[in-house]
């Protein structure tokens, strides 16, 4: 069953979590690891549950680092405020909250670029 769940291996690395490890015991997957803040374990949750029967499948154990705000993000080409407010909160409306939390390299919601780094506040 453990094979199954690889790509969260590569998911994890991607997202920065340390630590990360997964083993099989009982017909469940345990996986464990420490994010630095809270988005990076809600990302990999999101990879968890792309996985059909997840629910009865996996135990997972991510501890948090940081609880200062809930991350920071990369912008990418092609995004915008509301695309990434969407990704963290699901909720695209909630873009101010992200434009308010970084007017010090933002001052116009509608205009982000490629590689600025955000603050993304806590839910």
């Known amino acids: 069953m453990i094979e199954k769940y690889k790509d969260l291996e590569a998911l994890a690395s991607r997202l920065g979590i340390q630590g990360f490890a997964m083993s099989e015991a009982g017909g469940k997957v345990s996986i464990s690891g420490r994010s630095t803040y809270q988005l990076e374990k809600d990302l990999l949750w999101d990879g968890i549950k792309k996985h059909a029967g997840w629910e009865n499948e996996v135990a997972a154990d991510i501890k948090v680092e940081k609880t ?4 920071y993000w990369v912008v990418q080409p092609g995004e915008s405020l509301s ?3 969407k990704s963290v909160y699901d909720n695209a409306n909630r873009y101010m909250d992200i434009f308010n ?3 010090d390299q933002l001052k116009d919601p509608n205009m982000i670029h490629p590689g600025q780094k955000l603050i993304i506040p806590k839910r």
């Not at 200062?68 to 991350?71: I, K, L, S, Y």
């Open 101 to 103: 939390a970084n007017t």
């Open 68 to 71: 200062d705000v809930f991350g």
């Open 83 to 85: 695309k990434i407010a």
